[in-house]
């Protein structure tokens, strides 16, 4: 476990709800010790994970959660990061880790991007749909919301109690980061290039997201057949669950969890459907879904310490 500005104190006092765990004092990643570490998880600030795991001993697994590597276009992460890409070769050798989608890619993957949480909540949802050419690729609305945890733990006027309580913002309206990340994904699906019109909104609550998707079904297509091809999708698989016909997904119900839960709706345009999909930013959408990729890329079964239940209420 390792700090910047944290470094020499112990997890219990950085993390007091830790403190009954015997955990080790935090060091700077310089004076880490790798020698017998099989693995890393690297949740570092964009930008700085590169230069840190262009140090790191090659015989390291990397599962990395920021957004450094996943991006294929060096240019596109240039200009929606707003700074230069220093490890086009590291980037060549990721592996974008949305597990259920690429699972075999990861298997034998070194340097794993893990999804952003946002893309993770649209992407399940949208990929299988789009590769079953079931939906049009023109006029894909998302509205996402996310919990402020997903701004992580620094000080910032905007992510204050009084600022946030009460009330709900939108923000990155039109040029949110994450556009170029969901539209890789959605245009590898579609093998083709795919525009998506997406506001990311701050919700007054601790962690969950969720992202409300409205769709245009290709001509002849059905409501059934969508809620088919993602039953079929995901019937196997253990942390992606479609709803039954009907029943809402609510953030409430995946709390503190690995899940993704999802269900698609009629809407009262003709034509048109509303896919509904809930996970835990900080699970599913981050350290979850890390350690899935991890116990995938280390040969374990794949929900290694994943077995908790959904926090509620
Ligand atoms: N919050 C979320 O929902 C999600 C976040 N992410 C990504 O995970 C990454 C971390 O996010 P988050 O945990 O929210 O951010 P925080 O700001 O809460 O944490 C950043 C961490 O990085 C450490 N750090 C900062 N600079 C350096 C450095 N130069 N060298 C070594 N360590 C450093 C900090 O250590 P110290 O405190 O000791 O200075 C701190 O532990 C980001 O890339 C983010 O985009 C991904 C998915 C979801
Ligand atoms: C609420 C909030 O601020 N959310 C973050 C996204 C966090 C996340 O998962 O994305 P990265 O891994 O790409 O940082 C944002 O909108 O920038």
Redesign the pocket.
């Known amino acids: 476990m390792t700090a910047d500005r944290k470094a020499g104190q112990s997890m219990g006092s950085v993390f007091p709800h830790l403190i009954t765990q015997d955990l080790p004092t935090m060091v700077s990643v310089k004076d880490a010790d790798f020698s017998s570490v099989d693995a890393v998880f690297c949740c570092l600030p964009h930008g700085t994970t590169q230069d840190i795991i262009k140090g790191l001993p090659r015989h390291l697994k990397i599962v990395d ?3 450094d590597f996943r991006l294929r276009d060096i240019a596109e992460y240039e200009e929606w990061y707003g700074q230069p890409h220093s490890a086009s070769d590291l980037q060549k050798e990721a592996v974008y880790g949305l597990t259920e989608i690429s699972r075999e890619d990861v298997k034998n993957a070194r340097l794993v991007a893990n999804p ?3 893309p993770t909540s649209i992407q399940l949802p949208l990929v299988p749909l789009i590769k079953a050419k079931l939906i049009e690729h023109r006029n894909i609305i998302i509205d996402s919301k ?1 919990g ?1 945890s ?2 992580g733990r620094g000080a910032k006027e905007a992510n204050l109690y009084s600022e946030i309580a009460e009330g709900i913002y939108s923000y ?1 309206v039109t040029k ?1 980061r ?1 556009v170029p990340e969901i539209e890789q994904g959605l245009s590898d699906a579609a093998q083709s290039k795919i525009n998506v019109s997406f506001t ?1 909104h ?1 919700m007054p609550m601790i962690r969950g997201m969720q992202s409300t998707i409205y769709v245009e079904m290709s001509q002849g297509v059905t409501m059934e057949d969508l809620y088919q091809q993602l039953r079929k999708s995901y019937e196997d698989e253990e942390f992606v669950k479609l709803l039954d016909k009907g029943v809402v997904p609510r953030t409430h119900n995946v709390r503190g969890s690995n899940y993704c839960f999802m269900n698609v709706f009629p809407d009262r345009i003709p034509g048109r459907a509303i896919i509904i999909s809930v996970i835990d ?1 900080l699970v599913k ?2 350290s979850g879904q890390a350690l899935q990729n991890l116990n995938i890329m280390l040969g374990y079964p794949e929900n290694t310490g994943l077995l908790y239940q959904p926090l509620f209420p």
């Open positions: 959660l920021s957004a952003g949480c946002y996310s402020v997903g701004a990155g949110h994450h990311p701050l930013n959408g981050a």
